[in-house]
């Protein structure tokens, strides 16, 4: 038998190229997903404008409602929100067995400025902007002056169902402000509380310029019909109240939000007793 030729030779390498899987080919390593926004909050803040005193009950443990870092992630079908705390986040009240989160002591409200504002037209009166300037009920607080949130995420630790009715009689904000996830969009990770929503709730504003507030209180089941679940800061501590505040309703009954240089926390939360008894703090938007 004849050796094979060159181009016999070179025939056989072309096949058996043609011939090799696609799995051999070395694969690209895909790059890690980045969220959309990611914000930190420094540790051991938890103590509202600076004197607020965890409840004296042994459930509230350190931590609980130190806020650490926030991460909103948005693509095409879902918005992911990381609630990260300092301390593992605890159901102690067994939550989860009646249709609860999967925690028993936290509420969050995350604030959202998820809309374009809307254009001046040339020869008309300037457009209202868009969305409220106060938070929702129970904080006792408000947003700075030409800071609007559209979209606020509720989270407490009550059953969505019921929170959902008390929602829906809030005669303050329009269809669709104020979102309760149900119970299967919320999981808990350790230390760390993960919402997941449909994109179309949100505006259409590039994610990326989105405003964001994320307010820690703590989610009190017997609270009145005006206090939105809000457990409140009272002159002192007790075995389920916050202590450092006022008896009345002149300070913000907050333990931690998101601060940064421009808005520290001490200032956003600084409050007085007005002349009526009302005091309201000063929330702001943060943006990336």
């Known amino acids: 038998m004849r050796a094979p ?8 390498v072309l096949a058996l190229a043609v011939a090799s899987p696609a ?7 895909p790059k890690p997903k980045v969220p959309t926004l990611v914000f930190s909050d420094p540790a051991g803040d938890d103590h509202g404008p600076g004197r607020y005193a965890y409840p004296t009950d042994a459930a ?3 931590g609980a409602f130190d806020l650490r870092e926030v991460s909103v992630d948005v693509d095409r079908r879902k918005v992911t929100l990381r609630l990260k705390l300092a301390g593992p986040v605890t159901d102690p009240w067994a939550s989860s067995t009646w249709g609860g989160p999967g925690f028993s002591l936290q509420l969050f409200q995350i604030y959202l400025a998820t809309e374009n504002e809307p254009k001046q037209r040339r020869g008309r009166k300037p457009p209202k902007p868009r969305g409220y300037d106060v938070a929702l009920p129970g904080i006792q607080a408000r947003f700075a002056d030409g800071e609007r949130w559209d979209r606020v995420v509720l ?21 669709g402000a104020v979102i309760v996830p149900a119970a299967k969009e919320i999981t808990v990770d350790g230390d760390t509380v993960v919402i997941t929503l449909p994109r179309r709730a949100f505006g259409k504003r590039d994610p ?3 405003g964001v507030q994320v307010v820690v209180g703590s989610t009190d089941f017997y609270a009145a019909e005006d206090q939105l ?3 409140l800061v009272n002159a ?3 075995g389920f109240r916050f202590g450092g505040g006022h008896d009345g309703l002149c300070d913000p009954n907050v333990i931690d939000l998101l601060d940064d240089d421009a808005a520290p926390q001490k200032q956003q939360l600084a409050w007085k007793c007005d002349v009526d ?3 309201r703090a000063t929330l702001s938007l943060l943006h990336r």
């Open 23 to 29: 799995s051999a080919r070395p694969k690209r390593t």
């Open 208 to 210: 990326k310029h989105w």
């Open 60 to 62: 509230f443990t350190a």
């Open 5 to 12: 030729t060159f181009l016999a030779w070179g025939a056989l």
């Open 236 to 238: 002192r501590p007790g």
């Open 229 to 231: 679940l809000t457990r």
């Open 155 to 175: 989270a407490t630790a009550d059953e969505p169902r019921s929170v959902q009715k008390r929602v829906k009689r809030l005669d303050a904000f329009g269809k």
């Open 277 to 279: 008894g009302a005091g």
